[in-house]
Nanobody, 115 residues
Framework: QVRLVESGGGLVQAGGSLRLSCAAS?????????VGWYRQAPGKQRELVAAITSGGSTNYADSVKGRFTISRDNAKSTVYLQMNSLNSEDTAVYYC????????WGQGTQVTVSS
């Protein structure tokens, strides 16, 4: 059974930083998966924040470009999301997704930015 577990969320003041982690376990060849960080704010649809391919290519939502950085450590089956210069609009539940022939989701981690 494959599990994705997010961690690192919390309460931070505007302008602050957080680092989210998404750790995979179970029967998964993690290094071939495209991994994305998504977020869902109350009353809004889930949106893609950042993604990273098996080769390390990255893609970001316009709203986070220059502030967020996605990276991966395949040896640890972990993907990170470094979030800097946080603002209230970044408040959401952040989810990790790993996709190849199948797709897996984590349970989410809450990020709250206070102004």
């Amino acid at each position: 059974q494959v599990r994705l577990v997010e961690s690192g969320g919390g309460l931070v003041q505007a302008g602050g930083s957080l680092r989210l982690s998404c750790a995979a376990s179970g029967s998964i060849t993690f290094n071939i998966y495209i991994v994305g960080w998504y977020r869902q704010a109350p009353g809004k649809q889930r949106e893609l924040v950042a993604a990273i391919t098996s080769g390390g290519s990255t893609n970001y939502a316009d709203s986070v470009k220059g502030r967020f950085t996605i990276s991966r450590d395949n040896a640890k089956s972990t993907v990170y999301l470094q979030m800097n210069s946080l603002n209230s609009e970044d408040t959401a539940v952040y989810y990790c997704n790993a996709a190849w022939s199948v797709s897996y989701w984590g349970q989410g981690t809450q990020v709250t930015v206070s102004s």
